[in-house]
């Protein structure tokens, strides 16, 4: 390593540690990403996990902020690069054994058709929480994933005060259960609104973040997939950065961040190299590596360290099957309707809203439940992710993904993720040939299957497999993400920052934290910053509601 001295140093190259590095670099500032893997990217993340020319999204796959998040638009990375998106429709596919179905598309009136089949009353329930919740989104739940938290009660004021966001204050106290039940009567259609409000990691019965089931439920008709694999974002970042200047290094093992007088230097690496940062660090991994790993506990004023010590990671995650494939997925329900065959998700395995709550209570005890899980077949939208020989029998590639998946094992631990892979895998695509028949073992050339171990082993701020850095519970939420010490993503350690998924606005890549981030460094180093504040911010501020 050459050149030793940076002005700022960011910790992990996930997309927070690429989109703080973006900014600042186009500021001026001389930035060194450091990361420990040989790739960057964090969970953006594209592989030959299967075998060779088929892009596999090992991690991400579908992006739903892309309409909002700062960077894809500051950055140019389409206009610049080649960044393109992939927006399919139908985007929602919940197939029964009865051969019926509900089906989300991007136009909430064929939702709404879909859903009246099932309940006339529910269809005119989805489609006033369709419109509410866009404009919820649109004026407060966007905006607020890029500004900085304020604390709770001053917000929930805020919400409350306005006639769009009353609605959303009041669903705090709610459970996702309790919310979707109150919404919904067919049990069906319940199944399919508990399984979006839930499946980024709210628990199904938690109370106190409720205000997030609109989000969530939102998203559902607004996934992205990104051209050619998510990893290309974290290339097209990387290119970003270089081109202005500042370094993306990898395989960087840190040892330490240095503290002089209460204030961050730098950083030692494992090999004892000292790389300096004159005007700030930004972690972008978790709490506890960041302040007990690397800062250590003698820096650490002991409110701060009581703090830390009471964070919290999920005690589930996703357990992920991905397939090489002869042919695409016949579904059933496809068979009357083929356009159903081109949804980007298809939701397998719950007939009811009991089949979801038996298997988040299976999960809870540490049980291997064969419940039900999402699919996706990302080369129907995208071929260039089948990129072999014309020959090559192998034609498509298949991801079947479980995020409620026990990370401790009730019997042997997280170590017991090795003896149980398996078959586990073969239980999950069972159930998927219940509803595409020729998903049979003849039709998988090879696969993968990913544990909440192995995103563990992989990803160490991802601990227990938690891919938000910290589980989303009420005292780790806003102004709480991760502590009340650090939520504005300074820290009691002067330059020292924190720009990842454990700070506002939390986890999957919405760039969020590590907009917030370079927003926060950009103020404190008095740095004008090139970059405009987001429209609908600018909006949520008039309505008084930032
Ligand atoms: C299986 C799986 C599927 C997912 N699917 C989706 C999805 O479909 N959509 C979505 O939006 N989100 C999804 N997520 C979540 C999403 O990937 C994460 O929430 C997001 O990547 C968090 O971004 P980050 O930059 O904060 O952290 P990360 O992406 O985890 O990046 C942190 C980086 O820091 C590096 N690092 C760790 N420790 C150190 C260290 N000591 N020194 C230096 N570097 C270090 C890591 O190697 C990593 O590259 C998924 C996650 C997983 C695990």
Not at 20 to 43: F, Q
Not at 158 to 168: F, G
């Amino acid at each position: 390593m050459r050149e030793l001295e940076y002005d700022g140093i960011i910790i992990g190259g996930g997309p927070n540690g690429l989109t703080t590095a973006g900014y600042l670099s186009k500021a001026g500032l001389k930035v060194a990403v450091l990361e420990r893997r040989y790739e960057i990217g964090g969970g953006l993340a594209t592989e030959n996990l299967t075998l060779p020319g088929l892009l596999i999204d090992s991690h991400a796959i579908y992006h739903m902020m892309v309409e909002y998040a700062p960077p894809l638009k500051d950055f140019e990375l389409d206009k610049k690069y080649d960044l393109e998106w992939i927006y399919p429709d139908p985007q929602i596919v919940m197939p029964f054994q009865d051969g019926s179905h509900l089906a989300l598309y991007q136009d909430i009136n064929r939702s709404y058709e879909s859903i009246k089949v099932f309940s006339k009353k529910d269809a005119d329930a989805f489609l006033d929480f369709a419109k509410w919740s866009q404009e919820c989104m649109d004026l407060f739940l966007a905006p607020a994933s890029y500004a900085n938290p304020m604390p709770s009660l001053e917000q929930a004021a805020k919400l409350y005060a306005h006639p769009v966001t009353r609605r959303d204050d009041e669903l705090t106290g709610y459970t996702p259960k309790q919310i979707v039940d109150q919404m919904f009567e067919n049990d069906r259609v319940r199944a399919l609104f508990l399984y979006l409000a839930t499946m980024w990691g709210l628990d199904y019965d938690l109370e106190g973040l409720g205000y997030l089931v609109p989000l969530m439920i939102n998203r559902a008709w607004h996934f992205r997939l990104c051209k050619g694999g998510s990893h290309h974002i974290a290339h097209l970042l990387a290119k970003y950065i270089s081109s202005n200047g500042s370094r993306v290094i990898t395989g960087c093992m840190i040892d330490r961040i240095l503290v002089e007088n209460g204030e961050a230097k730098g950083v030692v690496l494992e090999d004892g190299t000292v790389i300096k940062a004159r005007q700030f660090v930004c972690s972008a991994i978790n709490p506890h590596q960041t302040f007990f790993d690397l800062v250590g506990e003698k820096h650490i004023d002991p409110d701060l360290a009581g703090r830390l010590r009471q964070w919290q990671y999920s005690d589930t995650s996703f357990f992920n099957v991905h397939t090489a494939l002869y042919d695409a997925p016949r579904f059933t329900v496809a068979e009357k309707n083929p356009e159903l065959a081109n949804s980007l998700m298809f939701v397998v395995g719950y007939e009811s809203e009991d089949d979801l709550v038996k298997h988040f209570k299976a999960s809870k005890k540490g049980l291997l439940y064969d419940g039900g899980f999402n699919c996706c077949f990302p080369s129907l939208h995208d071929p260039i992710r089948v990129h072999r020989h014309a020959s090559s029998e192998v034609k498509h590639i298949g991801l079947m993904s479980m995020e409620c998946a026990p990370y401790h094992l009730k019997d042997g631990g997280p170590l017991a993720w090795n003896r149980v892979r398996r078959d586990y895998a073969e239980r999950m695509k069972a159930t998927l040939a219940k509803y595409a028949p020729n998903m049979t073992a003849d039709n998988v050339a090879w696969d993968y299957i990913g544990t909440p171990l192995d995103t563990e082993n992989k990803f160490p701020d991802m601990k227990n497999g938690c891919f938000k850095q910290g589980a989303y519970l009420p005292l780790q939420m806003g102004y709480f993400r991760p502590n009340e010490y650090c939520s504005q993503h300074d820290t009691p350690i002067k330059k020292l920052y924190l720009g990842g998924a454990c700070t506002h606005s939390g986890g999957m890549v919405t760039y969020g934290p590590g907009y917030n981030a370079a927003n926060k460094i950009a103020e404190d180093l008095g740095i004008a910053k090139w970059w405009p504040e987001p429209d609908c911010v600018t909006v949520a501020k008039k309505a008084n509601l930032l």
